[in-house]
């Protein structure tokens, strides 16, 4: 594509949106709701089979009380997808079951592609300097090194335009100081 984006990965968006016209705003809701359940049920389980198989792993937080504190963290979030799942209609079961069967068939599908070079995959990471050279975070006008210490008001007259519609929307209004 003229903009460097895989135009096997265009058709295949443009696909996706081919396939949903014909369902309604609600059903598109359902349908994704639906599967973002089921992809978040298996977060879980994977969660929890990881506490269970290898709980020694080293870990940023760890929830309290093991395995039993993490299954009681989930068991509440589970319960209400399940819910969600189950208010679904059964065109969102076709459609969702019809997709997820076409993930397993596909991911196989093109790990065969790939091994037979059939298409090009550019599975290179760029190092970290190099990101931060394509897109230069900017706070108050000085370049930032990392994400997380870029300001979330970077235009200081914000606050002040802020105040100053504050101020001219209370026209009219009579203040009692």
Known sequence: SKYGTPTLSILCSATGVVFLSWMSFQEIIEFLNFLYSVGMLLEFAAFIKLRIKRPDLPRPYRVPFGTTGAIIICLPPALLLVLVMCLASLKTFVVSAAVIILGFVLYPSMEYVKNYKWLMFDSTVLPI?????????????????????????????????????????????????
Do not use: F, R, T, W
């Open 129 to 177: 300097s190099q990101v931060h050279e394509a897109a230069p975070a900017v706070c108050e006008g000085k370049e930032v090194i990392d994400e997380a210490s870029v300001c979330l008001l970077s235009d200081p007259s914000y606050a002040k335009k802020e105040e100053h519609n504050e101020d001219s929307s209370m026209e009219g209004v009579l203040k009692l100081d």
